[in-house]
């Protein structure tokens, strides 16, 4: 009888459900049966390469992974700055810094001709010597380039990749911007755009350059395949940038954990945000894809970057027409790719113009769903700009979901200790050095 009872006992104890009562959270199992399938929405792990999308001319090697990682914050090759004296002193991550979710920290990057850095990026000046059409910086407020993997076409526009939704886009390569001509050489999109990236970024590399920076064995490591005499360029460092790139997922965050099971990890307001994200608000229609960004372009009728004070952009912008600025069609015009949502909260502002201080004002800005940018003609405009009546307690919900659900905490396992030259970065100019505390 004895053990009978200890074994009831232990049955009820051990039992899943043991410490609720009324089995498992109702709210965790409506957020499954919205979600659907919970597995889409699972991100690798960065090892987990077999997972990742990947160029078949570029499969993911760790050798590569570990290169790209420091040339993405490595000063050393920044050799091609306008100025003599600015030289050696920015990276990909003066406009991707990790700290902020790999966006700036402030509205509108600034690399070449930038000074200063702030704790985060935030405090990013342009450099009194430059005239501000000399400056590296963009009409568009910079994309992020975690869980990029999962970007067919990069860019707010698309325009790169030969592939995807650039399948018979092909007459219009390299037209309003002369870098999407590299499609034609039908690398992966990353591939392709990082080349170009490198020289719009100022920065180069030769077998000298590489040598005398220290690098050779790692190019050497991680090319063993490409002949000598092509193994030191502008196309092996992006090919070794570009599966860095892939291997930055946010498989961390609380969303991420609840997918897989930890039900503990978001807060039941998050999960209160999920649901409308999934359901109600319709957020998915367009974020579908696993970064919860995907392919499809819309006009939501939000402000430009000139309008909110970015440097060497104006009214004229082709960035400012989206979609259609690449493809030159009528139909296109004023549509933006859909972006991923993590590590959101890290750095606002928001959209491709920086219009939106918070990610509370975005999402009230969908549930008045009236255009600000009166410029985009009616009809170009998405029927889903319009109002999407959520109480004040929805859109607090939906706000803590992008901002916390959404947030990988450990973002910094991404970022290397020290690069080869020592160099300070993101930035090594002096104020950026004294910002940092480095000597
Ligand atoms: C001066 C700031 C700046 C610097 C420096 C910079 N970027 Fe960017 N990056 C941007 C902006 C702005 C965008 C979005 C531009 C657009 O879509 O019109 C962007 C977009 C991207 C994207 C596309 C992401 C997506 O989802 O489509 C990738 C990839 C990227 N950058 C990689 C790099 C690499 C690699 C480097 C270094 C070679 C670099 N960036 C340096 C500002 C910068
Ligand atoms: C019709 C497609 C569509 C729907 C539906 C949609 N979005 Fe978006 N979302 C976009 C596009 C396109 C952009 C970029 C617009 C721009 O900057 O011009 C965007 C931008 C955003 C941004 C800013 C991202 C950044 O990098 O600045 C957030 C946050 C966001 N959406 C969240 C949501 C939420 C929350 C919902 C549901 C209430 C939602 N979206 C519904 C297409 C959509």
Known sequence: MKTIRLALWLLVVL??????????????????????????YILPESHEFDKI???????????KIALGNLLFFEPVFANEAKNFNNRFTFTCSSCHVPESGFRPGRMQGIADGGYGFGLHGEKRIKHPVYPSDSIDAQGARPLATLNVAFVEN???????GSEGKNT?????WGKTDPGTARNHERLGALEGQNIEGLIVHRMNFTRQIVEDAGYKEMFDKAFPDIPESERYSRKTASFAISA??????????????????????????????????????????????????SMTFAALGVDDLFEHGGLKTSINDARNRGR??????????????????????DSGPYF??????TLKEVVEYFNKGVPENTRVPKE?????????????????????FLSNGLRDPNLLRYKPQRVLSGMCFPNNDPLSKSDMGCF
């Not at 998405?382 to 859109?395: A, D, I, M, R, T």
């Open 15 to 40: 039992s899943p459900w043991a410490c609720s009562h009324e089995g498992p959270d109702p709210l965790d199992q409506q957020l499954l049966q919205t979600i659907g399938n919970p597995d889409h």
């Open 53 to 63: 999308p990947q160029s078949p001319h570029n499969p993911l090697t760790r050798e």
């Open 154 to 160: 990069t860019m707010w526009n698309g325009s790169f």
């Open 168 to 172: 018979g886009t092909e007459a219009v």
């Open 244 to 293: 860095y790139l892939r291997s930055l997922t946010t498989s961390q965050a609380p969303f991420q954990r609840w997918l897989r099971g930890d039900h503990a990890a978001m807060t039941d307001q998050e999960k209160e945000g999920a649901k409308l994200f999934f359901g109600k608000a319709s957020c998915v229609s367009c974020h579908f894809e696993k970064n919860l960004g």
């Open 324 to 345: 259609g600025g690449f493809t030159l069609q009528q139909e296109d015009l004023y549509k933006f790719r859909t972006p991923q949502l993590y590590n959101l909260g």
């Open 352 to 357: 491709h113009g920086g219009s939106k201080q």
């Open 380 to 400: 170009q405009l998405h029927p889903f700009l319009s109002p999407l009546n959520l109480s004040p307690q929805e859109v607090d919900a939906l706000t803590a």
